[in-house]
């Protein structure tokens, strides 16, 4: 405050003491020569600094209309000190500016130089910039497509379904049809309500190592399976019909031996389930599910997996998906056989099938040892485990929860888990409106 009032002195003083030196040269000639002489002489100099005043606002006003350091007129009086203080706030002004324009360029130059393709779109998925690499990856120009809609000059099907969908937790892996034999992923960053950024990677390297992986992996199954099978036959056959002739180590050992050959057979199948799932995005064959019955089904060879050991119930609606049954029946199978591994005898497993967000949620919920909150997000990577000595005692194999993972995936569904240690949880399939199949009456409706 105090600056503002000194720089309110220093315009508005000087202006003053003109005033007082012209009054008093006025006083003094009309005490001179007369009252007379005096009045026109105050009004010869009132007029004259009048004039002064309007000159310096036309100037002021001029310049206003194209401000320029440089261009910035010179005063007499107050009217320099108003006109020094404009060349500093200008000079300030047009510092700031070309740094920011710097900070800009200079920003626009990091981006420019990413490996990964930078996308800047409105609220209408309109193009606002994009870098280079953005610009190759989508076939894109920014100088001829600014402004645009994105979605309607990438006309790949699953990258216009994604951009529509608006939903952007799990990014997209596709092959644009701009790049053959390039396989990009992209992810959506909403970071104002009106504007997003779209990021596109180049992972064509990392989805041949991934798919030799997947290729390498399926091989050895395939090339294990048989002599675990045979190995697993003599076992049985020996265990079936000369184990009354073995002594009781020998039992033990031929024991041992078939349970880790059943156990490995059943790696060997998980493996080989998993790089089929891999193989393809979408499942082959889709059909109408009775939600209901299939629910029904699991809940029945849940009892027979507990034997006895758990209250196994079933709350079920008259629901329809649409689907591959034996993937989905697969993958509900593992979430009911992880509840009645992991709950304590005498505990209960409740198996649903209900609407949820307009979809469908096929849930499971025990009341198990449960899963502490670090744990959730790697259930589903393969072979994690949360309690490794548990997992082998109840004969798991560590891929249950990576075979629903990418059911789901194919599915465009996801898994919810809720779970408290000590109390149990809820793992919750669910599926989107797309794949739920309206009833008869419904449909009417719409």
Known sequence: MS??????HRVIGPAILRLAIVGALCAGAGWMFGTRVGLWLAVVCLAALYLVQLYYLAVLGGWLETPSLAAIPNGIGAWSEVFARLYRQQRASEI???RLIDNEERFRHTISALPDGIILVDASLQIEWCNPVGERHLGISLKRDNGLRLTNLVRDPAFVAYM???????ALLFAPLALPGVMLSMAVVEFEPARSIVVTRDVTQSERVDAMRRDFVANVS???????????????TILDDRASELDPTRLHHMTLM??????MHSLVEDLLTLSRLESRQDPETEE??????????????ARTLSNGRHHVSVETSRIRLLGARDEIRSAYGNLVSNAVRYTPAGGRITLRCLEQDGGVALQVQDTGIG???????????RFYRVDKSRSRETGGTGLGLAIVKHVLIRHQARLDVQSEVGRGSVFSAWFPPARRIAPEGEREAA
């Open 3 to 8: 600056s503002v009032a000194d720089g309110r």
């Open 96 to 98: 700031a500016q070309q």
């Open 164 to 170: 529509n969908a608006g939903r952007y937790e799990q």
């Open 222 to 236: 395939h090339e294990l399976r048989t002599p675990l099978t045979v190995v697993k036959g003599f076992l049985e």
């Open 258 to 263: 078939h349970e880790q050959a059943d156990r």
């Open 288 to 301: 109408q599910i009775d939600a209901a019955q299939l629910v029904a089904e699991v809940a029945d060879e």
């Open 371 to 381: 899963v502490a909150p670090e744990h959730i997000p790697r259930l589903t990577e």
